[in-house]
């Protein structure tokens, strides 16, 4: 029983409208006679509305009206609201009687009839209307044409109807709008939506948008159809966050996203040290209206806190907020030094509650990236993170982002693509709306050569997280591997249209551009990339533009202030710089300065490979370098060992780079019969990245053996047209 005071009421008792009356002085609503329960609050909010139909009512006069003298949140206003609507039925696409005006308020749009009792209301069109029309001949035939089909029916047995698809409830987590005064405690909003995000994509009967797409939106956007439409949502969590001290004020609230309707609104208001509830409590409720019934170990899982100690917890929220930004592949700044501020941070928060196992676990996954991405090979880095992610397990087996964690160790750590898998797909279970954890699994498969089921995959993430231009650079990449360069070009087209001047869609395009032989494109392309990359990607790219244009000195202008060793695009993983410096001034006809640095690549070669021992890239690079010294026996013994260590069978990705290498080893060596046979395989294998027919054609890598009788056997046998600066060509 709700103790707020009386609400004046006009002079009529009775008002009519659709099926329903409702009768003010008894407080009483009724559905063809059948009484509909309404609290009294509810009640009067529907009293207020059909006493005015067709007026706008404002949120503030609504709120005055139903609390008089109060201050109230005006969640409780949408709550009212909300119970109202399941009340009436009115929850279509179309309002039958309670319009919203985001943002404003609220309007009664049914017909009303108004008297003392129901013997002052006569014949009136209360209902909602219904519009019925003569046939038009039009019309009529269309009936009979329908009348006689089924007629036809009775006689041609049924074609059997498709299994339909099963369509889950699809929320968007928008960004939670930060309105702490404190503006740097952006990253506390942040942590509750993704942590929010996180748990939600835990409930296998509902799909979760990734927060890569979400995030592109505003927090609280006008235009919910449209967002719904773009993100293929079908509900929308709103929040706002106000953090003051110790203190948290946190709004939500759910939306219908294609009614623009509330379906579910709260406010908290809590400290830090009970704040962990909030994000269960919400992440349950939303689950509980999406769905109506969500199982105890699914509850269990959604109101589970990472961890008691608010301090722990917000240094994590902090790591968190650092290592999404430096892990992700937009931009051109250098993030080591947010990674390692995030990497700090993660262990302080670990040493305030040494049980905090998704500190853990997001720690090793941020460990093991760097690992994998980084030119550096920082020392023990995978050791670490396995250690991590050891821990993260031992703390709780049963923790998704532990797996994942584990995961990442054997695929990027030890290349176990199998164990991988598994935990993965482990994870995935946990986890069926994580987009990252099925982009890893695509990303396996193609490294298994399994291309088709890695397209599906990536696929299958793209409508999880559609506005994540990463996703469609990487399906790009995957088919530009397969040599369906066209088909890529437009996907890479697609991720700029969602991150215009992303550096990554522009250098996969630079690729096709020099896979395809077009100079004119290349150099168009490379001029908009920014030599600001640490790992020397773009330099690179921007050196082979000019190298394969025959341009020794823009190409060695490319190289300027680049690093010791760059990381290749259609190369092996990582070369010495000099290496590339020493190829162009060979091009340039200066052989003995050529040889001086080809000797500086091989010394920074060995002296990396004695650091890390096996590592087939460094190995690669050291054949290289021997074989522009003409140090035949070495060359070939090294360019083998890589393509050993790396062989098609372990890693049909980056296979085919190493190959590619060894072969460049023999055409460097003027072994023309070797250089051919590779090449010719490397056609004839998904390899489009590291190799194409117009690229072998036109690079001066294979000047020492253009005019032998095997390669031109090997240009005449895939028909290479005739070759004109400038030409687009799909290579095979």
Same mark, same amino acid.
Do not use: C
């Given at each position: 029983?709700?103790?707020?005071?009386?609400?004046?009421?006009?002079?009529?008792?009775?008002?009519?409208?659709?099926?329903?009356? +409702?009768?003010?002085?008894?407080?009483?609503?009724?559905?063809?006679?059948?009484?509909?329960?309404?609290?009294?609050?509810?009640?009067?909010?529907?009293?207020?509305?059909?006493?005015?139909?067709?007026?706008?009512?404002?949120?503030?006069?609504?709120?005055?009206?139903?609390?008089?003298?109060?201050?109230?949140?005006?969640?409780?206003?949408?709550?009212?609201?909300?119970?109202?609507?399941?009340?009436?039925?009115?929850?279509?696409?179309?309002?039958?009687?309670?319009?919203?005006?985001?943002?404003?308020?609220?309007?009664?749009?049914?017909?009303?009839?108004?008297?003392?009792?129901?013997? /002052?209301?006569?014949?009136?069109?209360?209902?909602?209307?219904?519009?019925?029309?003569?046939?038009?001949?039009?019309?009529?035939?269309?009936?009979?044409?329908?009348?006689?089909?089924?007629?036809?029916?009775?006689?041609?047995?049924?074609?059997?109807?498709?299994? #339909?698809?099963?369509?889950?409830?699809?929320?968007?987590?928008?960004?939670?709008?930060?309105?702490?005064?404190?503006?740097?405690?952006?990253?506390?909003?942040?942590?509750?939506? /993704?942590?929010?995000?996180?748990?939600?994509?835990?409930?296998?009967?509902?799909?979760?948008?990734?927060?890569?797409?979400?995030?592109?939106?505003?927090?609280?956007?006008?235009?919910?159809?449209?967002?719904?439409?773009?993100?293929?949502?079908?509900?929308?969590?709103?929040?706002?966050?106000?953090?003051?001290?110790?203190?948290?004020?946190?709004?939500? !609230?759910?939306?219908?996203?294609?009614?623009?309707?509330? +379906?579910?609104?709260?406010?908290?208001?809590?400290?830090?040290?009970?704040?962990? /509830?909030?994000?269960?409590?919400?992440?349950?409720?939303?689950?509980?209206?999406?769905?109506?019934?969500?199982?105890?170990?699914?509850?269990?899982?959604?109101?589970?806190?990472?961890?008691?100690?608010?301090?722990?917890?917000?240094?994590?929220? !902090?790591?968190?907020?650092?290592?999404?930004? #430096?892990?992700?592949?937009?931009?051109?700044?250098?993030?080591?030094?947010?990674?390692?501020?995030?990497?700090?941070?993660?262990?302080?928060?670990?040493?305030? /509650?040494?049980?905090?196992?998704?500190?853990?676990?997001?720690?090793?996954?941020?460990?093991?990236?760097?690992? &994998?991405?980084?030119?550096?090979?920082?020392?023990?880095?995978?050791?670490?993170?396995?250690?991590?992610?050891?821990?993260?397990?031992?703390?709780?087996?049963?923790?998704?982002?532990?797996?994942?964690?584990?995961?990442?160790?054997?695929?990027?750590?030890?290349?176990?693509?199998?164990?991988?898998?598994?935990?993965?797909?482990?994870?995935?279970?946990?986890?069926?709306?994580?987009?990252?954890?099925?982009?890893?699994?695509?990303?396996?498969?193609?490294?298994?050569?399994? &291309?088709?089921?890695?397209?599906?995959?990536?696929?299958?993430?793209?409508?999880?997280?559609?506005?994540?231009?990463?996703?469609?650079?990487?399906?790009?990449?995957?088919?530009?591997?397969?040599?369906?360069?066209?088909?890529?070009?437009? &996907?890479?087209?697609?991720?700029?249209?969602?991150?215009?001047?992303?550096?990554?869609?522009?250098?996969?395009?630079? %690729?096709?551009?020099?896979?395809?032989? %077009?100079?004119?494109?290349?150099?168009?392309?490379?001029?908009?990339?920014?030599?600001?990359?640490?790992?020397?990607?773009?330099?690179?790219?921007?050196?082979?533009?000019?190298?394969?244009?025959?341009?020794?000195?823009?190409?060695?202008?490319?190289?300027?202030?680049?690093?010791?060793?760059?990381?290749?695009?259609?190369?092996?993983?990582?070369?010495?710089?000099? +290496?590339?410096?020493?190829?162009?001034?060979?091009?340039?006809?200066?052989?003995?300065?050529?040889?001086?640095?080809?000797?500086?690549?091989?010394?920074?070669?060995?002296?990396?490979?004695?650091?890390?021992?096996?590592?087939?890239?460094?190995?690669?690079?050291?054949?290289?370098?021997?074989?522009?010294?003409?140090?035949?026996?070495?060359?070939?013994?090294?360019?083998?060992?890589?393509? %050993?260590?790396?062989?098609?069978?372990?890693?049909?990705?980056?296979?085919?780079?190493?190959?590619? #290498?060894?072969?460049?080893?023999?055409?460097?060596?003027?072994?023309?019969?070797?250089?051919?046979?590779?090449?010719?395989?490397?056609?004839?294998?998904?390899?489009?990245?590291?190799?194409?027919?117009?690229?072998?054609?036109?690079?001066?890598? &294979?000047?020492?053996?253009?005019?032998?009788?095997?390669?031109?056997?090997?240009?005449?046998?895939?028909?290479?047209?005739?070759?004109?600066?400038?030409?687009?060509?799909?290579?095979?």
């Amino acid at each position: 029983m709700e103790d707020e005071p009386e609400l004046h009421n006009k002079n009529n008792n009775l008002y009519v409208f659709g099926p329903f009356a +409702l009768e003010a002085a008894e407080r009483r609503l009724t559905r063809n006679g059948e009484v509909v329960p309404l609290n009294r609050k509810t009640f009067e909010a529907l009293r207020i509305l059909v006493e005015s139909p067709g007026r706008l009512q404002t949120r503030e006069e609504l709120i005055q009206l139903l609390w008089p003298g109060r201050v109230v949140e005006e969640h409780n206003l949408t709550t009212k609201v909300y119970a109202l609507r399941k009340a009436l039925g009115d929850e279509g696409e179309t309002p039958l009687y309670i319009e919203t005006i985001r943002g404003v308020g609220y309007r009664f749009i049914a017909p009303v009839a108004a008297g003392d009792n129901p013997g /002052d209301i006569g014949p009136t069109d209360a209902t909602p209307k219904r519009r019925f029309r003569l046939m038009t001949g039009t019309a009529l035939v269309a009936l009979l044409i329908a009348t006689v089909a089924g007629i036809a029916l009775t006689v041609l047995p049924p074609r059997p109807e498709p299994a #339909a698809a099963t369509v889950y409830p699809t929320v968007a987590v928008l960004p939670f709008e930060n309105l702490s005064a404190d503006r740097t405690r952006a990253f506390f909003a942040e942590g509750l939506q /993704d942590t929010i995000l996180t748990r939600l994509a835990g409930i296998h009967d509902i799909r979760v948008i990734s927060r890569t797409s979400s995030d592109s939106y505003a927090s609280h956007p006008g235009t919910l159809k449209d967002i719904a439409r773009e993100l293929h949502a079908t509900a929308v969590l709103e929040g706002s966050v106000q953090h003051l001290g110790n203190k948290v004020l946190i709004n939500v !609230q759910l939306i219908d996203a294609k009614t623009d309707t509330h +379906l579910w609104a709260a406010t908290y208001s809590r400290t830090l040290e009970n704040v962990f /509830d909030v994000e269960g409590d919400v992440a349950e409720q939303v689950g509980r209206e999406l769905l109506t019934r969500l199982q105890p170990e699914q509850v269990r899982l959604l109101t589970q806190p990472p961890t008691r100690n608010p301090k722990a917890y917000v240094l994590f929220l !902090q790591a968190n907020y650092n290592a999404d930004r #430096a892990s992700r592949r937009t931009n051109t700044a250098d993030n080591n030094a947010t990674a390692r501020q995030a990497i700090t941070l993660y262990r302080r928060a670990i040493e305030l /509650d040494p049980h905090f196992a998704l500190a853990y676990a997001r720690l090793s996954m941020l460990e093991s990236k760097l690992f &994998w991405h980084s030119t550096d090979f920082p020392e023990q880095g995978i050791t670490t993170a396995e250690q991590d992610a050891k821990k993260a397990l031992a703390l709780n087996p049963d923790l998704p982002q532990a797996l994942m964690a584990s995961a990442y160790i054997s695929y990027y750590g030890r290349r176990d693509y199998a164990q991988a898998l598994s935990q993965f797909e482990r994870a995935r279970e946990r986890l069926p709306s994580n987009a990252d954890v099925i982009t890893a699994i695509a990303t396996i498969h193609r490294r298994q050569g399994q &291309w088709q089921s890695a397209l599906e995959e990536l696929h299958q993430a793209a409508r999880l997280d559609p506005r994540n231009s990463h996703l469609r650079e990487l399906i790009g990449t995957t088919l530009i591997t397969l040599r369906r360069y066209q088909e890529a070009d437009q &996907w890479l087209d697609r991720a700029l249209a969602l991150e215009p001047g992303g550096y990554l869609a522009l250098l996969r395009k630079s %690729n096709i551009a020099l896979l395809t032989d %077009n100079p004119v494109r290349l150099r168009a392309l490379a001029a908009k990339l920014p030599l600001s990359r640490a790992s020397g990607l773009i330099q690179e790219l921007k050196f082979q533009a000019a190298y394969v244009s025959r341009d020794s000195r823009q190409a060695l202008d490319a190289l300027k202030d680049a690093p010791e060793w760059v990381n290749g695009l259609h190369t092996v993983a990582f070369l010495p710089t000099n +290496l590339l410096r020493a190829d162009a001034l060979l091009l340039k006809g200066d052989s003995d300065q050529a040889h001086r640095l080809y000797l500086q690549a091989l010394a920074e070669a060995q002296t990396r490979l004695r650091q890390h021992p096996g590592d087939p890239s460094t190995l690669s690079s050291l054949g290289l370098a021997e074989a522009g010294l003409g140090l035949k026996e070495q060359a070939i013994k090294h360019g083998r060992e890589a393509v %050993n260590e790396m062989p098609m069978s372990r890693d049909a990705g980056f296979g085919p780079f190493y190959l590619a #290498a060894l072969a460049r080893i023999y055409g460097r060596l003027n072994q023309a019969g070797p250089a051919t046979k590779l090449l010719d395989k490397l056609l004839n294998m998904p390899a489009g990245r590291a190799i194409s027919v117009r690229l072998i054609a036109a690079s001066p890598l &294979w000047d020492g053996i253009r005019d032998t009788p095997a390669f031109q056997a090997l240009l005449k046998k895939y028909e290479v047209p005739a070759l004109t600066s400038g030409t687009s060509y799909a290579a095979p």
